[in-house]
T-cell receptor, first 113, second 113 residues
């Protein structure tokens, strides 16, 4: 049973397109996150939701819009994709503020051409 | 701003040797320090964590030490094995930021048989 699952695993798209990445966790956690890992493998938080409420929004362009329909799901929609959006996007979840650690998904590799 | 520096960026050891990875954090209010292992094509996986009220924690071949005064924490892996080869990330968190983790830049560990 996959604890945090993301779809799709790979996404190749042209500049200017709109795309979505979906994330679901079956751990019963109440907090979910989106992280971006760049080509140098640096991990940076983008968003955090607790019980469907946005609690962290880290200076991310407003082309990125997260949506949490319930506490087990956190989706990421990206409008007007740019070359610089190419990265691996990781979804993660935790119970509370993560002092028992996060569980990460396996990532979505987004390539914008 | 909040920052976590991690060294070295690459580390190569012989099987059976020890490996040490060091991190320094900037925000003295940080109180939770997890370590993650990321294998190729996978998401980061929590391997050990330490809280600010503890100086050292050990789990089989892995240990973490924390020096709050110096704002340093380190990961020690003893009796390394080829399957320990991966990218390792340290991170730091404060309790009042919705679970936000600040990650170090990562260390690519290679264990040669």
């Amino acid at each position: 049973d996959t604890a945090v699952s993301q779809t799709p695993k790979y996404l190749v798209t042209q500049m200017g397109n709109d795309k979505s990445i979906k994330c679901e966790q079956n751990l019963g956690h109440d907090t979910m996150y989106w992280y971006k890992q760049d080509s140098k493998k640096f991990l940076k938080i983008m968003f955090s939701y607790n019980n469907k409420e946005l609690i962290i929004n880290e200076t991310v362009p407003n082309r990125f819009s997260p949506k949490s329909p319930d506490k087990a799901h956190l989706n990421l929609h990206i409008n007007s994709l740019e070359l610089g959006d190419s990265a691996v996007y990781f979804c993660a979840s935790s119970q509370g503020t993560g002092k028992r650690g996060y569980t990460f998904g396996s990532g979505t590799r987004l390539t914008v051409v | 701003g909040e920052n976590v520096e991690q060294h070295p960026s690459t580390l190569s050891v012989q099987e059976g040797d020890s490996a040490v990875i060091k991190c320094t954090y900037s925000d003295s209010a940080s109180n939770y320090f997890p370590w993650y292992k990321q294998e190729l094509g996978k998401g980061p996986q929590l391997i050990i964590d330490i809280r600010s009220n503890v100086g050292e924690k050990k789990d089989q071949r892995i240990a973490v030490t924390l020096n709050k005064t110096a704002k340093h924490f380190s990961l020690h892996i003893t009796e390394t094995q080829p399957e320990d080869s991966a990218v390792y990330f340290c991170a730091a968190s404060k309790g009042n930021q919705g679970g936000k983790l600040i990650f170090g830049q990562g260390t690519e560990l290679s264990v040669k048989p």
